[in-house]
């Protein structure tokens, strides 16, 4: 079985500060991970995506993830956050590129 | 390409009304997703086409929710009758079936049963 487990649904920081938002993964074999951000009354947009490449993976606006298979974890970090980061932030994981499994999404709050 | 392409925006209907979700995939890709959003419940995957075909319906919830993709480029979502607890952001996606590569998804449906 496959899934994605995001540890907190909530997550605020300060404008400039960094952001580390949480995914743990579970799959039995080698996964495919992504993330996906989503802005208010918006569908969801790639930020970066894992297919077993590098284990450290940039993606748009600053954001980067890195792989770790000793930890099944695809956590998602910004150095600095900025204003325009606020929104919600999904992990997901495929095996076989047709079913994805989302978490349960982060709410970013970025404080001025 | 403009993208992954839902109608209407926003639906608002009353209970027992039959309601109909459009969505036109990003031209070339051959594997179709219907997603429903909740708070309580989340990102689930309702359907997912390959090559026109429906693969696995298992996230249906009801025999009141249908799908059908007569075409590469053109799906449709039913609900009939629709109820309050249907009220939801229905999303579609698409993508390359060959490849980890990643879903492209719409700007949703935001539906309303009163």
Redesign the interface.
Known sequence: AQSVTQLGSHVSVSEGALVLLRCNYSSSVPP?L?W?VQYP??????LL?Y?SAATLVKGINGFEAEFKKSETSFHLTKPSAHMSDAAEY?CAV?RT????Y????TSLTVIP | DAGVIQSPRHEVTEMGQEVTLRCKPISGHNSLFWYRQTMMRGLELLIYFNNNVPIDDSGMPEDRFSAKMPNASFSTLKIQPSEPRDSAVYFCASKFLLGHTEAFFGQGTRLTVV
């Open positions: 495919y992504f996906y009354n918006q569908g969801l947009q790639l995506k297919t999904f495929t590129g047709n079913q994805f989302f978490g349960t999404g």
